[in-house]
């Protein structure tokens, strides 16, 4: 069964093209999708940002499941009873520590397995590889950190707010520490890929770059 994960480089709403194609992924109007996030101030006026788009191609069902407030027992449940999961953005590191070293991980995991699309946004991108590499800008020690990812795609790397942050230095580096047999790419807010099976097959927006022969690449591929 292949796997079809869609990398944001910010925050939602979805692209309108990945999310159509999301949406037809996860189910159509049966699809249940849920939506991991972090509990902090605010978080629950913020949803509808992450589901305006599916709601738009049909989709009706969304669970929240704000971290580290709901238990991982029901985090795991609502992920394994669902057709497409949703990763938001914020703190890369808390999602790390409240998705990646618990038992959520191997759910999400075992679900992309068996072909249900997952999403993830900015930091849900981030934690999606098989390693998460956080910038500097990104965390309060201002260093670069290598820490275990979800392991959804392996052979690749993400750097996200890529323009916006002015990441090409952090990109430059995170392939300085891996140079051999992984792609390298940085992508802007408003921006998507889409891989399936591990491949990428669409990005969506004008700012997606890939690291060739130490050379940023701005690349299409509608």
């Known amino acids: 069964?292949?796997?079809?994960?869609?990398?944001?480089?910010?925050?939602?709403?979805?692209?309108?093209g990945l999310a159509g194609l999301f949406a037809e992924l996860a189910g159509?109007?049966?699809?249940?999708?849920?939506?991991?996030?972090?509990?902090?101030?605010?978080?629950?006026?913020?949803?509808p940002r992450y589901i305006g788009e599916l709601e738009a191609k049909g989709l009706k069902r969304f669970r929240y499941v704000p971290l580290p407030t709901v238990s991982v027992a029901v985090a795991v449940e609502s992920v394994r009873s669902s057709t497409g999961i949703v990763i938001g953005g914020g703190d890369t590191s808390r999602y790390a520590d409240c998705i990646v070293d618990t038992a959520?991980?191997?759910?999400?995991?075992?679900?992309?397995?068996?072909?249900?699309?997952?999403?993830?946004f900015s930091a849900g991108a981030l934690i999606s590889p098989e390693r998460c590499l956080i910038s500097p800008k990104d965390n309060e020690a201002a260093v670069l950190q290598d820490r275990a990812g979800l392991g959804l795609i392996r052979g690749m790397t993400i750097a996200v707010h890529?323009?916006?942050?002015?990441?090409?230095?952090?990109?430059?580096?995170?392939?300085a520490?891996?140079?051999?047999?992984?792609?390298?790419?940085?992508?802007d807010e408003e921006c998507g890929l889409y891989f399936r099976g591990g491949?990428?097959?669409?990005?969506?927006?004008d700012g997606v770059f890939r690291l060739e022969n130490g050379k940023l690449v701005r690349i299409a591929r509608n």
């Open 199 to 205: 491949r990428l097959e669409r990005t969506e927006g």
């Open 1 to 16: 069964m292949d796997k079809h994960l869609f990398l944001f480089g910010g925050g939602p709403p979805f692209t309108p």
């Open 177 to 187: 520490r891996y140079p051999d047999g992984v792609e390298h790419y940085g992508v």
């Open 162 to 175: 890529f323009s916006q942050w002015r990441e090409e230095e952090h990109l430059r580096a995170v392939a």
């Open 28 to 47: 159509g109007a049966e699809a249940k999708i849920s939506l991991l996030c972090l509990d902090r101030p605010g978080w629950l006026d913020y949803m």
């Open 104 to 120: 959520i991980a191997q759910a999400v995991r075992e679900r992309a397995e068996s072909g249900v699309p997952v999403a993830g």
